[in-house]
């Protein structure tokens, strides 16, 4: 009986030798991972650089209240060729005219946006923030039936 017990507890050694060892080979792995491949943080570069990309990121806002007119201008820009990043609501739904939010500080880009869907330059505002990832918001206001009617 004592030598069964004995068995008993080394068997028991041993499973817990062999789990520390899968936990301890784990661990290598990943520091061998975060070593070889470390994390990349984002951030928007302050000078034009030949390493950012020409695709021009948008975000997309419903500013007068009708159901599905942002997926529609989302449709419309993607297939022109802009990243459209994210879309959704504005803060309130009684904007007369659809307007521009330049966020990067690029004029060039805002226009670039205005222009593919027909909105007047006078409509582009600028609004800059370091916390802010796309290149600029647009807000489609009450004359979408217009622009819409003017791309097609």
């Not at 500080?105 to 802010?132: C, H, M, Q, W």
Request: hydrophobic share 45%; charged share 15%; proline share 2%.
């Amino acid at each position: 009986m004592h030598m069964r017990s004995l068995s008993k507890s080394a068997f028991m050694l041993n499973m817990g030798i062999g789990a520390s060892s899968v936990v301890l080979a784990v661990l290598l792995i990943a520091l061998v991972a975060r070593t070889a491949y470390p994390r990349v943080f984002t951030e928007r570069t302050e000078l034009q650089s030949h390493l950012l990309s020409n695709v021009i990121q948008v975000e997309v806002l419903n500013g007068c209240g009708v159901q599905g007119v942002a997926a529609q201008f989302t449709n419309q820009l993607r297939g022109l060729g802009f990243d459209v990043v994210q879309s959704g609501n504005f803060e309130t739904f009684d904007l007369p005219e659809s307007i521009i939010i330049d966020r990067a500080g690029n004029a060039a880009n805002a226009r670039r946006v205005a222009l593919a869907l027909g909105i007047d330059k006078k409509n582009i505002i600028t609004e800059t923030s370091p916390y802010f990832y796309l290149d600029a918001t647009v807000v489609v206001g009450a004359d979408y039936e217009q622009l819409l009617r003017s791309r097609q």
